[in-house]
């Protein structure tokens, strides 16, 4: 429990704003636990917006664009736009149409290009203009279980693609990790919560949904592998937005 304990304050500390002002160890079981942790700080991430919106829905009578970007915003300010930097960077690199090594290169500058500003654009506005158009169709449940979903493949994306670079944030992870315990953890987690959507909004729609995550693992995993080699933590937060975007599209046809 204790490492449980540490690997929940890890998660909060790495992908979240939410200040843990401790040192905190960062062992192999302990990082272990902190990706074990990110699907549930995924929901708890999403309660928050959720509970934003039932507030918003109870007291007062704004527009679905309006609570569409109140969700985005949440998205982004909870986690200190971590996910979006990863988007621009992305973007910046693939767009260069450098090797393989000026991209990985390019995605270490901490200025942001052209293409990497576009990216942002379209990837914060098209989200706000899909969960606008399903917003008034899906439960609340719905805006908590996106990014949970979304961070499950994202467990599954680490465990099994190698890092692109033999240095930096992501490489130190996966040294410091047991891919096995983190691919397990993973299944369990998309078991329960393909449950909880199908008895929340329909079997159907939380097939669908699955369906749709392993398949845009696989793709995205073969297009990481053609075009950087492997993974970063950039990669990693590209991912995670552009998988929580298509997962709200996917919306517009389970619903």
Not at 94 to 113: V, W
Request: charged share 15%; with cysteine.
């Amino acid at each position: 429990m204790k490492r449980l304990g540490t690997g929940w304050l890890l998660a909060l500390q790495f992908f979240s704003v939410i200040p843990v002002k401790k040192e905190l160890p960062m062992e192999k079981t302990n990082v272990t636990s902190m990706y074990l942790m990110l699907p549930l700080l995924g929901g708890f991430l999403g309660s928050i917006t959720a509970a934003a919106i039932w507030g918003l829905l109870e007291f007062t009578e704004l527009s679905p664009l309006f609570l569409a970007f109140t969700v985005v915003i949440f998205g982004i300010l909870l986690t200190g736009g971590l996910h979006m930097d990863g988007v621009a960077d992305v973007g910046d690199a693939y767009f260069s149409y450098q090797d393989r090594k000026k991209r990985l290169e390019i995605m270490e500058d901490p200025r942001i290009g052209a293409f990497g500003a576009m990216a942002l654009i379209l990837i914060i506005v098209g989200k706000i203009i899909v969960v606008a158009e399903v917003i008034d169709e899906i439960s609340l449940m719905a805006i908590v279980l996106v990014p949970v979903f979304s961070r499950i493949g994202l467990l599954l994306f680490f465990t099994t693609t190698g890092s692109a670079k033999e240095m930096g944030l992501s490489a130190f992870f996966h040294q410091q990790t047991d891919g096995k315990w983190i691919a397990m953890g993973a299944f369990i987690y998309l078991a329960v919560i393909f449950g909880l959507f199908g008895y929340w909004q329909s079997w159907g729609a939380a097939f669908g949904l699955v369906a749709l995550l392993l398949v845009l693992l696989y793709v995205y995993r073969k297009w990481c592998l053609k075009n950087f080699g492997g993974v970063t933590g950039d990669l990693l937060g590209a991912y995670v937005e552009g998988t929580e975007f298509l997962l709200w599209t996917a919306f517009l046809f389970f619903i």
